[in-house]
């Protein structure tokens, strides 16, 4: 639901404008305003609830996000259309962290595995699918009044959500807390960060003139003195917003950077994809809607199958998503150049559903290595983080995209097809990062196997007895496959290839 809200308003703006008499500024504000709030709680929204429990954090959320929506549904003009808009995005801070922060929780090995995949599935299906849900309501109710029931719908989904969160979300998720700092200089660093960093990228084609851009120098900068903070407020003895031992681990720092790379392109595809059809070859909402769901039946089917195999196969299996994602997309280039007009919409069907395929390889697999090592306590918080990466990987590629895509525009006089490759192949350049960066880890892992490997079988061959069968095998009984993060029984993945002597 609160993913779905991140693109369903797409296809809704012009039925607001119509509805609303909405000017261009309010209209942004109805996109960026979401954006914005939803990066800015994600990470204290995560601390807070591996504090005070992560049920009780998820149904605030939801409970507020769900209010929020009608609100937005119910709207009398755009300042307060925009409001609740800010209100709804907070409220998609505060549930999306105790999502993966639960994940982390109640699940272990290869069922973690299935339930991040869940999750990635949930992820790639409400992306792409949110034009169609868009267009399908407004083509209901209309254009006038149609745009309000892209927020009325979240109204059942939400008290349903409650209602299930209650009857199955164990309560030793509340019982289980940390009684520490909350770190109130940290949480203002870092939010003030987040918005210097995420707001000239989110008004990139409103705000003209390029003194915004010093707001994202400031920005960098007030980030690297949270960081310093955080480090001495960790040397204190005290437990940090943001745990920086995290990112010395390679599972983490990697997959993290992966993240920010990949939804950098993985956004823009659908932010340009649907101005092209709806704008450049005058689809309707629905048509835009349904152009996109091969992708998103791709997502869903692979994320399913990748999530439990992710830990046996590790990072080598987002690499091949990865590959699968360049050559979709690498198609749907040469389908718009080759079949150009209103048939575009049938010519990259394959492609994007090629494209969906590798994107359901990439999004839950890269979450469940990159938190597999994370401590529980700490999950929620680590979540935010590497949720805040992925908001601001889509600020930019949005940013960088559509000012490829934009300025194309203008210099081809209306070209939409020739503004959408160009810009696709920046979101392809953003995907190519992603994948140097899974092949690195990938050869990392191989080189860290391959030294535990030879290290235990040094030991083994210096181990008293080893020279008889009888102490030979009983010192390779004493080895056991080394499992990361919190002690659970976690299934060895293409980071824990290796073996250590129990002691």
């Not at 290869?110 to 792409?128: D, N």
């Not at 029931?149 to 199955?168: K, M």
């Not at 990139?204 to 900068?221: D, M, Y």
């Not at 007895?465 to 299934?491: F, K, M, W």
């Amino acid at each position: 639901m609160a993913l779905l809200d991140v693109s369903i308003v797409n296809v809704a703006l012009p039925s607001i404008r119509e509805g609303l008499h909405a000017s261009d500024s309010a209209l942004q504000w109805v996109v960026s305003g979401y954006a914005l709030a939803f990066g800015l709680l994600l990470v204290p929204a995560g601390r807070f609830g591996d504090m005070h429990g992560r049920r009780n954090a998820f149904v605030a959320g939801v409970a507020l996000f769900t209010l929020a929506s009608a609100a937005a549904g119910l709207a009398r003009g755009a300042l307060w259309l925009v409001v609740a808009r800010v209100i709804q995005g907070a409220a998609g801070g505060i549930i999306n962290p105790q999502i993966s922060g639960l994940i982390q929780q109640l699940f272990r090995g290869a069922e973690r595995g299935r339930a991040f995949g869940m999750l990635g599935a949930t992820v790639g299906i409400s992306t792409a699918v949110g034009p169609l849900i868009g267009g399908l309501l407004i083509q209901a109710a209309g254009v006038t009044e149609g745009w309000r029931w892209v927020f009325y719908v979240n109204i059942p989904v939400g008290a349903l959500a409650i209602f299930l969160a209650y009857r199955f979300i164990p309560k030793s998720c509340d019982e289980q807390r940390r009684r520490e700092s909350f770190d109130p200089v940290g949480v203002v660093l870092l939010a003030l960060g987040v918005v210097l960093v995420l707001l000239p990228l989110i008004q990139e084609q409103t705000w003209v003139g390029r003194s915004k851009w010093l707001l994202l120098v400031a920005g960098v900068a007030v980030l690297a003195g949270f960081i310093a903070w955080e480090r001495k407020y960790a040397r204190t003895g005290r437990h940090p917003m943001v745990d920086l031992g995290l990112f010395r681990r390679r599972s983490y720092s990697l997959g993290a950077l992966l993240s920010l790379a990949y939804f950098a392109g993985f956004t823009a595809i659908f932010f340009i994809f649907t101005l092209y059809l709806q704008q450049g070859l005058h689809y309707t909402a629905l048509q835009a809607g349904i152009a996109t769901l091969p992708f998103a039946l791709g997502s869903a089917v692979s994320a399913s199958l990748g999530g439990p195999i992710v830990t046996r196969v590790g990072r080598g299996l987002i690499a091949i998503g990865l590959v699968l994602v360049l050559i979709g997309l690498v198609g749907v280039e040469l389908a718009v150049e080759l079949v150009p007009g209103r048939n575009d919409g049938f010519a990259t069907a394959l492609p994007l559903l090629i494209a969906g395929v590798g994107s359901g390889l990439v999004i839950a697999p890269n979450q469940t290595l990159t938190l597999a090592e994370v401590p529980v306590a700490g999950a929620g918080s680590a979540g935010g983080v590497l949720q805040t990466g992925q908001r601001i990987g889509a600020a930019v590629g949005i940013a960088v995209v559509g000012a490829v895509f934009f300025d194309s525009i203008a210099a081809s006089h209306g070209d939409f097809a020739t503004a959408f490759r160009h810009g696709l192949w920046v979101t392809i350049a953003f995907v190519l990062v992603s994948l140097v960066i899974a092949l690195a880890d990938v050869r990392a892992s191989r080189r860290a196997a391959a030294v535990r490997v030879s290290g235990a079988h040094r030991a083994s061959q210096a181990a008293p007895g080893s020279g008889s069968g009888s102490g030979s095998d009983d010192t390779t009984r004493r080895l056991r496959p080394a499992v990361p993060g919190d002690g659970g029984p976690i299934a060895p993945t293409g980071h824990d290839l290796g073996f250590e002597h129990t002691p």
